[in-house]
């Protein structure tokens, strides 16, 4: 396999995460155009803690996924009061501020002999510890596809367990949950916090992967990718963002035919498919067939 393989491979299994992260959201009945600041704060987080404190690359992912659901619960407290666009809009907001702070955040230390840390618009280099601990790229690659089949094992077993049909029953009808006896506020917290630490896994990844990152890397058009994968792909199932994120770095990016027409080809196929399947190629109606074709 040669590299340019590798790295298409290795970034769609980095933006799976976060495709995931706005697919759980969805799940929930929310639309957050906010997941990029979330995978920033995981990518700045882990890359500090390895680059900056010595820490080893799983502590600090544990690490980075805490702060990231830490930081999503309080975006959640006061936002998840707004329901449909203005919840968008609030998660777009509290994105771009969160990006903002980024280019104002100045922390760096002398490790090494090198002053190592985030220099705000100068972006944070510095992250080399795969390159230290003589990880190859098909190594890389290998760890960040068996943590994506861990999340995705979760999601597939929550799917088919009673929080599943719980967290489907807050999606489709609020109010009918609550009457139910189901504290929805409390639910989409949870929800929240655990679509912020999943950014955040893949935030951690995708600095150690790149060995640099910088404040542009977190903007808005990252967040409306990861949303549109969700959809495009389906709400059905987990594997629904995955197939998203597939046509889009996979086929589109992957390929190189669509280079400088990508953006307009994905979002001309997100509008046809929006259109045409408004939950998605793998959508609920689609995966109860496929569970009755091969079960």
Do not use: C
């Amino acid at each position: 396999m040669d590299d340019y393989a590798i790295g298409v491979l290795t970034n769609v299994g980095l933006i799976s995460f976060l495709a995931l992260s706005a697919y759980l959201l969805l799940v929930a009945g929310e639309m957050s155009f906010g997941q990029q600041a979330f995978f920033g704060v995981g990518a700045y987080a882990g890359g500090m803690l390895t680059a900056m404190y010595g820490w080893p690359l799983p502590l600090a992912a544990l690490g980075a996924m805490a702060l990231g659901a830490l930081a999503q619960f309080l975006v959640g407290l006061p936002t998840l009061r707004l329901r449909g666009l203005y919840f968008a809009m609030a998660t777009l907001a509290a994105a771009e501020m969160m990006r903002i702070l980024f280019e104002l955040f100045h922390f760096q230390r002398v490790v090494a002999g090198e002053v190592i840390g985030p220099d705000g618009t100068q972006g944070f280099r510095g992250i080399r510890w795969i390159f230290e601990q003589g990880i190859e790229p098909q190594g890389y690659l290998a760890i960040v596809y068996a943590l994506l089949a861990l999340v995705l094992a979760a999601f597939l077993f929550v799917e088919r367990s009673r929080l599943g049909a719980t967290l489907r029953a807050v999606g489709e009808d609020p109010a009918l949950a609550a009457a139910l006896g189901v504290d929805v506020n409390r639910v989409k917290l949870g929800v929240a916090a655990a679509a912020g630490a999943l950014a955040a896994l893949g935030g951690v990844l995708f600095a150690h992967h790149n060995s640099y990152i910088e404040p542009r890397n977190f903007d808005i058009m990252l967040g409306v990718h990861s949303l549109a994968y969700a959809l495009i792909g389906g709400l059905g199932t987990a594997l629904g963002p995955l197939v998203g994120v597939v046509l889009d770095i996979g086929a589109l990016e992957g390929s190189r035919v669509f280079q400088g027409y990508r953006m307009i080809v994905f979002g001309g196929l997100v509008a046809l498919l929006l259109a045409w399947r408004p939950r998605g190629l793998l959508d609920e109606r689609v995966v109860q067939w496929l569970r009755r074709r091969f079960t």
